[in-house]
């Protein structure tokens, strides 16, 4: 009993202690780092998704065709397969047709995880959002 008492009054190795701490808080901020920075990178990355999409869809005056098709492009290009939501007031709701000078927006919504942290798994939501004019009148 006694010499359990003196093992633990004892302070040889303290420095190790405070130096194993040190280190794996500092990995624990490197990897809270480089979480934050490829986060950063998917949103420049759906920014640039959504601009190309809203640039399609203003050139050709609508939300369907010739979008998707560009929609596939970017998804293969990025790496992203984000949730897309139109927002406009149609001309032709069938074809999907918004009339020149109608204001069209879109809306980008990607779901990541938060990782390197073992099993936490911490969701998070990107969103990106663009707007533009069509510049297609219909007859």
């Known amino acids: 009993m006694i010499k359990l008492i003196n093992t633990l009054k004892n302070k040889r190795g303290e420095g ?21 920075f490829s986060f950063l990178t998917v949103k420049q990355d759906m920014d640039y998704y959504a601009k190309e999409m809203i640039y399609c ?23 992203l397969n984000p949730t897309v939501t139109w927002q406009a007031t149609y001309f032709n709701t069938s074809d999907q047709t918004v009339q020149y000078g109608d204001t ?15 099993v936490f798994r911490i969701p998070i939501t990107l969103t990106a959002k663009y707007s533009g004019l069509s510049m297609k009148y219909f007859k």
């Open 57 to 79: 869809a203003s050139a050709n005056g609508r939300t369907a065709y010739k979008v998707d098709a560009r929609k596939a492009e970017l998804t293969s290009e990025t790496g």
């Open 104 to 118: 069209i927006t879109v809306t980008l919504t990607y779901n990541t995880y938060f990782k390197g942290f073992g």
């Open 16 to 36: 190790y202690v405070d130096v194993v701490v040190t280190v794996l808080i500092f990995m624990m901020l490197l990897v809270l780092a480089l979480n934050m």
